[in-house]
């Protein structure tokens, strides 16, 4: 099958399986996607800088973001109709639909020109995203593509949770295969990697207590490195 044909494969479940929970989603997330809310204290955005969430979801963070930096350029893509609907009726109840806009696009093809502009982005955020993601690794070169020469992706998801010890990863793992989330351990694996080359000045990679998620950022530099 076609790079195409599986992003829309991947587009068609995550509507399935989204169809419902996007009306409890926020409420169930918090207990356990942890870190989101530090990504987004951490952006430090300068005014004017335009910044685009993949897999924005119920656009739970764009809004955030919105508050928090009130003259940033927001925009946010999803694979899934159904949690844009979500997204937008959130976005419209926080009046901010001149700040926020959404568009319905793979994160494998990401580019300004999925919501008309030409400009690159600033910044690109993943949240809980790339677990989700089929292809990540394209994900990530798109994102690297589509970032203005001093531009960042910020990046929170699952570690590999070694430190839960064996029955609790094991549970963990269990339930979130039912949402179809896989956590990308070799992300992990190489950022540490490299950051064991960096030395210990390297500030740009957090590991939540056991080795439940990780937070980091990069350049396009630090993205490319990441996956070669």
Same mark, same amino acid.
């Given at each position: 099958?076609?790079?195409?044909?599986?992003?829309?494969?991947?587009?068609?479940?995550? $509507?399935?399986?989204?169809?419902?929970?996007?009306?409890?989603? $926020?409420?169930?997330?918090? /207990?356990?996607?942890?870190?989101?809310?530090?990504?987004?204290?951490?952006?430090?955005?300068?005014?004017?800088?335009?910044?685009?969430?993949?897999?924005?979801?119920?656009?739970? &963070?764009?809004?955030?973001?919105?508050?928090?930096?009130?003259?940033?350029?927001?925009?946010?893509?999803?694979?899934?109709?159904?949690?844009?609907?979500?997204?937008?009726?959130?976005?419209?109840?926080?009046?901010?639909?001149?700040?926020?806009?959404?568009?319905?696009? /793979? @994160?494998?093809?990401?580019?300004?020109?999925?919501?008309?502009?030409?400009?690159?982005?600033? +910044?690109?955020?993943?949240? /809980?995203?790339?677990?989700?993601?089929?292809?990540?690794?394209?994900?990530?070169?798109?994102?690297?593509?589509?970032?203005?020469?001093?531009?960042?992706?910020?990046?929170? $998801?699952?570690?590999?949770?070694?430190?839960?010890? +064996?029955?609790?990863?094991? @549970?963990?793992?269990?339930?979130?295969?039912?949402?179809?989330?896989?956590?990308?351990?070799?992300?992990?694996?190489?950022?540490?990697?490299?950051?064991?080359?960096?030395?210990?000045? $390297?500030?740009?990679?957090?590991?939540?207590?056991?080795?439940?998620?990780?937070?980091?950022?990069?350049?396009?530099?630090?993205?490319?490195?990441?996956? &070669?």
């Amino acid at each position: 099958m076609s790079p195409a044909g599986q992003a829309e494969n991947h587009a068609a479940l995550m $509507d399935a399986v989204y169809r419902h929970q996007r009306f409890i989603y $926020d409420f169930t997330r918090k /207990y356990y996607l942890f870190g989101r809310d530090r990504l987004i204290d951490g952006l430090a955005l300068a005014p004017g800088e335009r910044v685009v969430e993949v897999g924005c979801g119920t656009a739970r &963070n764009l809004i955030r973001m919105a508050r928090r930096y009130p003259q940033a350029v927001l925009f946010g893509l999803d694979a899934s109709h159904e949690m844009l609907k979500t997204a937008g009726a959130a976005v419209r109840r926080a009046g901010l639909e001149g700040r926020i806009r959404l568009a319905h696009g /793979y @994160a494998e093809s990401l580019s300004p020109a999925l919501f008309g502009e030409s400009l690159p982005f600033d +910044r690109v955020v993943f949240s /809980y995203a790339l677990s989700m993601i089929p292809d990540w690794n394209q994900s990530l070169r798109a994102a690297a593509a589509a970032l203005s020469e001093t531009g960042l992706v910020h990046v929170v $998801d699952f570690g590999d949770l070694e430190g839960l010890g +064996r029955l609790g990863r094991k @549970a963990l793992l269990k339930w979130l295969r039912l949402f179809h989330v896989e956590p990308r351990s070799e992300i992990l694996r190489r950022l540490e990697h490299s950051r064991r080359e960096n030395g210990p000045e $390297d500030k740009d990679l957090r590991i939540v207590p056991g080795r439940y998620a990780f937070l980091w950022r990069g350049g396009k530099t630090e993205v490319l490195r990441v996956l &070669n």
